[in-house]
């Protein structure tokens, strides 16, 4: 009965917001931070290690920390007791913002692309991959020439979401593409 039901895996098109990729530790997270006995005015803290894939665009990425009541077996003593949501960028101490010049990045239009993709390419030497969803690479080609213009036959491809990334001597670019038919 849900509205969305039926409309595929993924929909495609689709503002997936808030969307919960991933939870450490379980649902209910990690278990004995805190003694049974909690101080008034004392810290306490837990280190967790998580990694994100270049793809993900760190702008919308979010972290929720909380802390939760959770009595296995007994649902009246499950709570949230606290809880913070926590941007990428607060964490890093560094500027992120990008400091390349227009010509430096990567452009590719039209998006969704049918038969074919324009491609403008970073200065410099670079090679060209083409990724799907589940990271299969579908191009994987060296890129040595003074043009930055590239056409990418699209008409190939089966239908779905890639990713288009182009290593420069210095970094690399990435942007999602779909292609329809």
Same mark, same amino acid.
Do not use: C
């Given at each position: ?17 808030? +969307? ?59 709570? +949230? ?84 990334? +182009? ?9 999602? +593409?779909?292609?329809?038919?």
């Amino acid at each position: 009965g849900h509205p969305l039901y039926g409309l595929g895996h993924p929909m495609y098109f689709y503002p997936h917001h808030h +969307v919960v990729r991933d939870m450490v530790d379980g649902t209910w997270g990690t278990s004995e931070v805190f003694p049974d006995e909690v101080t008034l005015g004392q810290n306490y803290q837990h280190h967790f290690d998580y990694y994100v894939t270049w793809s993900w665009d760190q702008d919308f990425i979010k972290f929720i920390v909380l802390v939760s009541l959770h009595e296995e077996g007994n649902p009246q003593n499950q709570q +949230v007791l606290n809880a913070r949501e926590i941007s990428v960028s607060d964490l890093l101490a560094l500027d992120v913002d990008d400091p390349l010049e227009k010509d430096d990045q990567l452009i590719a239009y039209p998006n969704p692309a049918k038969q074919t993709l324009q491609v403008q390419l970073p200065k410099g030497s670079y090679s060209i991959q083409l990724t799907d969803a589940a990271g299969k690479v579908h191009l994987n080609q060296d890129w040595n020439r003074t043009d930055i213009n590239y056409t990418l036959e699209t008409s190939n491809y089966p239908q779905g979401v890639y990713y288009l990334t +182009v290593y420069t001597d210095q970094t690399r670019h990435v942007t999602p +593409v779909t292609i329809i038919r």
